[in-house]
């Protein structure tokens, strides 16, 4: 993690302290090697919408965390490589916490659950990268784990496959996921021009 732990979680307590819905926003492997090797569907318009959800979630003080995947060596997201950074267009404002994973789920051994729990946040905002991977991961696994979720519709994204075109799978997961639910903890999507904080 590129943020101290004492650092990361007095920011996110101050930041609660004025944020009653309990709501963090999560930028999810915006990466370059993901974002302009591939490169991803709709990179532009997907990463103006995860802007503007940053300078809701910025103004309105709700906590904003990014994750960063490590895709082992070779991959063009290996970690310390030229691929390897979050995309200048969604870069982290200062004190705002990095959180480093090497699988699709944004908690599997990462402390990102934790300190999600010690900020008291509930409600997770989800935007980022690739949809049938770590989105999909990241939202379904929030709910087993006690969070509600908002899935900005149009601000994740993925690559063409041999079976389906990117928009084809973005539009399935969208449908897919809306209603989600585990127990009492449901995945909702929208527009990012939708979702308020």
Same mark, same amino acid.
């Given at each position: 993690?590129?943020?101290?732990?004492?650092?990361?979680?007095?920011?996110?307590?101050?930041?609660?302290?004025?944020?009653?819905?309990?709501?963090?926003?999560?930028?999810?492997?915006?990466?370059?090697?993901?974002?302009?090797?591939?490169?991803?569907?709709?990179?532009?318009?997907?990463?103006?919408?995860?802007?503007?959800?940053?300078?809701?979630?910025? +103004? +309105?003080?709700?906590?904003?965390?990014?994750?960063?995947?490590?895709?082992?060596?070779?991959? $063009? /997201?290996?970690?310390?490589? +030229?691929?390897?950074?979050?995309?200048?267009? /969604?870069?982290?404002?200062?004190?705002?916490?990095? /959180?480093?994973?090497?699988?699709?789920?944004?908690?599997?051994?990462? $402390?990102?659950?934790?300190?999600?729990?010690?900020?008291?946040?509930?409600?997770?905002?989800?935007?980022?990268?690739?949809?049938?991977?770590?989105?999909?991961?990241?939202?379904?696994? +929030?709910?087993?784990?006690?969070?509600?979720?908002?899935?900005?519709?149009?601000?994740?994204?993925?690559?063409?496959?041999?079976?389906?075109?990117?928009?084809?799978?973005?539009?399935?997961?969208?449908?897919?996921?809306?209603?989600?639910?585990?127990?009492?903890?449901?995945?909702?999507?929208? $527009?990012?021009?939708?979702?308020?904080?």
């Amino acid at each position: 993690m590129s943020t101290s732990r004492f650092r990361l979680n007095a920011g996110l307590k101050t930041l609660n302290e004025e944020n009653q819905m309990k709501t963090a926003l999560l930028v999810i492997d915006v990466q370059v090697g993901i974002i302009d090797h591939f490169p991803s569907y709709n990179k532009e318009q997907v990463l103006t919408n995860i802007n503007n959800l940053l300078t809701k979630a910025r +103004a +309105a003080r709700v906590p904003v965390i990014y994750l960063r995947h490590d895709g082992g060596k070779g991959h $063009p /997201v290996e970690a310390h490589t +030229a691929g390897w950074p979050i995309h200048q267009r /969604v870069a982290p404002a200062e004190g705002e916490p990095i /959180v480093e994973k090497r699988s699709c789920s944004s908690f599997y051994e990462t $402390p990102l659950r934790a300190m999600l729990d010690e900020a008291g946040v509930s409600h997770l905002i989800v935007t980022g990268c690739m949809t049938e991977y770590c989105i999909d991961t990241a939202c379904r696994h +929030a709910t087993t784990l006690g969070f509600d979720v908002t899935l900005a519709g149009d601000a994740h994204t993925t690559i063409d496959n041999e079976l389906l075109k990117a928009e084809q799978i973005i539009a399935h997961h969208n449908r897919a996921l809306n209603g989600f639910s585990s127990g009492k903890h449901t995945v909702t999507v929208k $527009p990012a021009s939708e979702i308020d904080f």
